[in-house]
């Protein structure tokens, strides 16, 4: 069902992003863009889903940067724009976003980063926060799913307020988790569009929108911060539950509030801490802070994943101990709580019993051990490794094993989409750097211009069809026009495969589900000036034999681009091209001289070995047919027949 359904008052169980996105209706928004990113995409999705009948454009932009200067087109125009992304993302904005910052807005603005503590579908856990303090705009942070909505929406009208854009920051337990939320009423108003550019150069709603004279628009963006503080300073957001007179005041942000409390529930301390539950969390309001230092003289900060909220009030703190006394600010930097990885209740609540002197255990000890031990030896072995049918095994056998053959100890640079999963054995460890999207060709770019200090190695980079559009295309174009010497493989699927097959520029479909052009990959790389070839990794023999050949050539770029379209993806999941079967009568097992590759090797989650009867199987209810392991089999024991 559509976040856009419901009337005001209904209450509806929502997941945070739903949450967010049905605020950001309930905000009136006109145009939302994103890339997409885990924990953050399913707000731009609900909001594709919604666009027709709300009337909104909403987009898939090619980067994170591009899709921030693409909402703040529809800002300068006088509409409500929205930004989504996941942590990283906001550093590959923060060129544009540090402009943005000093030119300001005109409709209300939001960016709306998914920050992933513990990196739990990420490779770094990297804050977003900071990036509000870099740029000095004014940060929130939504506690649960009701707030999750209705901070969201409240952005939009302190952005306009202050006019300038508002960053709302959500984490992965609450983008990911649900919750009860009570809706408001959708705005029926339309919306009409129009950049106005020809009034004084310095007229913030009429005149030229651009970041010059910096330090006198410097100044304006200090004199904006300073009235979302007087906003914040009555901000209803901002709570405080406890005693009158505490003995200690958590001070919490996100969702590390819900850990905050529990754990004041679980050791029965409502008696003496207090929670002071922030959602205006950059600048700090220094009035109500004031008040609420003042209860006590003891503070405890519990947040996710650096000591950013630690960090600000102890400056607050210091600058208020002439009005509240000299203060004790706790937290991570005295080792109370990590800085890294996600926080639980049980880490809050061990916390909190140290500084309350009162016992607490976690987990009973035999419990954990037990757990521990069950979950050790009990569960059964499973490694991270490709789907069955994966293209991108078949891609990976094919260069592996070419640069085996090539002998020359080759290597591969990569970057981030599934195929990072070849840096691990299930894709032959084939990667061997593995840095942001598009890094792989940029860092082969640099091996490739190595050869007049010694290296003759060959230099192999791997990129997804949509980090190619992301950011690999300018580091292509950085080593043809600085003719390194690489080959550069382009792993096509089809979609953005890892995040839930959101379309990208190269597909003819955009996130509205409207016909789109499709850019196509290979023109393009010829443009920039690359030799291509195209091969479908399933043909193995075809592929080794192509990208062989590249690898022997002496110098400049070449791109091979490995087409064949995801096994899940919607078009292809559940079709079979063969129906595989194993003839027990050829396959010799452990006696061939194989040694069972095709199980402990090439490890297709379609393939198992039966080690009663001494031969490897086939999984017909999770086999995608793609065919491949019959041509890895020595013996020919295993078939593909036709469907």
Known sequence: MSVASGKKGDLKLYMGNEAIARGVLEAGVSVAAGYPGTPSSEIIENLAKASKERKIYVEWSVNEKVSLEVAAAASFAGLRSLCVMKQN???????????????????????????????????????????????????????????????????????????????????????????????????????????????????????????????????????????????????????????????????????????AKEAVGLLNAGGKVGILRLVTTWPLPPKFMEKNLSMCDRFFVVEEVQPFLEENVKALAQELTAKTGPKTILGKRDGLLPMYGELNCDLVTAALAKLLNTTYQPVPQEYATAAMQKSFFGA???????????????????????????????????????????????????????????????????????????????????????????????????????????????LDNSGTGMTGFQPHPGLCKDAMGQEAPSVDIPAVCRAIGAKVEICDPFDIVATQKVLKSLLMEKSGVRVLILRQICALSPEKKGKKKYDVAVNEEKCLGENCGCNRLCTRIFRCPGLFWDAEKKTSRIDDVICAGCGVCADICPAGAIMRLEN
Request: glycine fraction near 10%.
């Open 89 to 259: 993302g906001v550093n590959v904005a923060s060129d544009f976003l540090l402009h943005l910052a000093y030119s300001g807005t005109r409709g209300g603005m939001v960016l709306l980063p998914c920050d992933d503590p513990g990196a739990l579908s990420s490779v770094n856990e990297g804050e977003a926060r900071n990036f509000a303090r870099l740029v000095e705009i004014p940060l929130l942070e939504p506690g649960d799913f009701q707030e999750a909505k209705d901070v969201t929406k409240w952005a939009f009208e302190l952005s306009e307020a202050i006019r300038n854009l508002v960053m709302v920051r959500s984490v992965t337990r609450l983008s990911h988790a649900s919750g009860d939320v009570v809706l408001g009423e959708l705005p029926e108003d339309e919306k009409k569009a129009r950049f106005i550019h020809d009034g004084f150069v310095l007229d913030p709603m009429e005149g030229p929108v651009m970041s010059p004279p910096v330090a006198y628009k410097h100044g304006l963006l200090l004199d904006k911060l300073k009235k979302a503080v007087e906003m914040f300073e009555e901000s209803p957001f901002n709570t405080y539950v406890g005693p009158d007179k505490p003995e200690l005041v958590i001070i919490t942000s996100s969702a590390a509030g819900l850990y």
């Open 380 to 490: 059964p072995t499973r490694e991270l490794t490709f789907c069955p049918g994966c293209p991108h095994r078949a891609s990976f056998w094919g260069i592996h094993n070419s640069l085996c053959a090539d002998g020359r100890q080759g290597f591969v640079c990569g970057d981030i989409g599934c195929y990072s999963m070849a840096v691990l054995p299930s894709g032959f460890s084939t990667l061997k750097t593995l840095h942001s999207m598009g890094s792989g060709t940029g860092v082969a770019s640099g091996f490739g211009k190595l050869g007049p200090f010694g290296l003759d190695q060959p230099v192999v980079s791997v990129c997804g069809d949509s980090t190619f559009f992301h950011s690999a295309m300018p580091a292509l174009v950085n080593a043809v026009h600085h003719r390194a010497d690489i080959t550069m493989i382009i």
